[in-house]
């Protein structure tokens, strides 16, 4: 069966130069994407010629006059933090060792596990996120839970099962042998099923002794096309505990270099902090710094230099992520809302084309996954977010004097969240909330 999707259709061909930069974006005012039975995009194009090419049977599906997006991608995020979310405290360490930790500990139970996995997809799915990367929790209880949701939706999801070894409660920690053993074992249960991606997941340096270090760099060596992800430089108490635990190392990122981790599909979350030299490792490297503005404002670790470092002379790869539960939202239309407004205090602009670019194409570009999600291009996964620009009473006021694609992006970004979102398709799918 194939489908027709009809409505107006924005994607991106690569990072916008400025606000006028139309040619780096295709749109359709009235257009057609015509979605195989293998849930990939078949065609795209003017509604008219799409139409006229497809077969007669086709099931048509008319959006209009709203906005079609390929899914929005989220890059960093905590699978078992969703009931910490909004809970009071003084900056991260504390956070995690009076809320995370203690409710991380429950995902022993697969149960619970099972229970708050339905519950992620559905919210991410609400606000129109069909990708995302995840930390689970150091049982591979909550990886099993994780990917089993994401195979049950046909969701393109990247996961791990974290390692941490030391400073954490004991029902929260492994040993490097175990921290190896069971992350192979979801390697070899998960990875490649459906449309599941495991990444090997150090938490962070606190967290890791050396030898869980070692581990995970034994991981890599032996998985070198697996995604890696943990924490980089999120506030200064934590790099100066960190530096103390790792006397030999030169800063943090060095811990990290010294073990292998560094590369083109790193993932280091926040990663605000940074030297000139950390900053000139990572760009050789080619690893993601991922930029978590929500999070960051919600805990006070930072104002991330988004700009200053796509346009230094070694440009450092970036993404955006919601870093929920420390972020304070599952939507990256707020995600980028607050990260418009951190570029502000550093007196730098950030154009709503290039938010949406950093949502959709260029966080499939920090996953190296473009051919695959994040573009409406044919033969992707027709993983969409059709959005409303006028869903609540002042925003349908605003509207009536949006002019340009410009500032109806703008609109949605600054007022808009999962209200917005009118549907959101995983292969082709309209997907409906399960809980």
């Known amino acids: 069966m194939t489908t027709l999707i009809r409505g107006r259709l924005l994607s991106f061909k690569r990072a916008p130069q400025s606000l006028t930069d139309s040619e780096s974006y295709s749109y359709e005012h009235d257009g057609g994407l015509l979605v195989g039975d293998d849930g ?6 003017d509604y008219a010629a799409v139409k006229a090419d497809a077969s007669e049977d086709v099931t048509e599906i008319d959006h209009r006059p709203h906005l079609i997006l390929p899914g929005f991608i989220d890059t960093h995020v905590h699978f078992p933090q969703m009931q910490v979310i909004a809970s009071y405290a003084a900056n991260l360490l504390e956070w995690l060792n009076t809320y995370t930790f203690p409710e991380e ?10 229970r708050i996995a339905t519950h992620f997809y559905d919210e991410f799915l609400r ?9 689970c929790s150091v049982h591979k209880t909550s990886a099993d839970a994780f990917f089993a949701e994401a195979m049950k939706r046909n969701m393109c999801m990247v996961g791990g099962k974290v390692m941490m070894d030391r400073n954490a409660p004991q029902g929260l920690l492994d040993t490097p042998e175990m921290g190896y053993d069971e992350t192979r074992a979801v390697i070899e249960q998960w990875h490649g099923k459906g449309r599941n991606h495991v990444a ?14 070692k581990a995970a760099q034994a991981l890599v060596e032996e998985f070198p096309d697996l995604f890696i992800q943990t924490h980089l ?7 100066r505990y960190t530096c103390e635990l790792y006397p030999e190392a030169t800063d943090y990122t060095d811990i990290y270099a010294r073990h292998g981790l560094l590369g083109k599909k790193t ?13 000139d490792a990572l760009a050789e490297a080619g690893s993601i710094a991922v930029h978590c503005p929500t999070s960051n404002l919600f805990l006070g670790s930072g104002l991330f230099p988004l700009k200053a470092l796509m346009r230094r002379e070694k440009p450092v790869r970036v993404s955006v992520a919601t870093d929920i539960g420390g972020g304070s939202s599952y939507s990256m239309l707020k995600t980028m809302d607050e990260a418009y407004k951190i570029q502000q205090l ?25 051919t695959e999600i994040g573009t409406l291009d044919v033969g992707t996964m027709a993983d969409l977010v059709v959005l409303d620009a006028a869903t609540t009473p002042a925003m349908k006021l605003r509207m009536e004097t949006v002019k340009t694609l410009p500032e109806e992006l703008f609109l949605m970004q600054t007022m808009g969240d999962d209200r917005a979102v009118v549907e959101t398709y995983v292969a082709g799918v309209a997907m409906k909330p399960v809980a």
């Open 40 to 45: 990939r995009i078949a065609a795209v194009g």
């Open 127 to 135: 606000h129109g996120t069909t990708t995302a990367v995840a930390y």
């Open 267 to 279: 993932l280091l979350g926040h990663a605000i902090h940074l030297s000139e030299r950390e900053t």
């Open 105 to 114: 500990c429950r995902f022993v139970e697969s149960d619970h596990a099972a």
């Open 200 to 213: 090997i997941t150090p938490r962070f340096a606190i967290t890791s002794t050396p030898g869980q270090m």
């Open 233 to 239: 430089s999120e506030n200064h108490d934590e790099i």
């Open 346 to 370: 550093l007196g730098e602009r950030l154009n709503p084309l290039e938010s949406f670019y950093l949502m959709t194409r260029g966080n499939a570009e920090a996953l190296s996954m473009e």
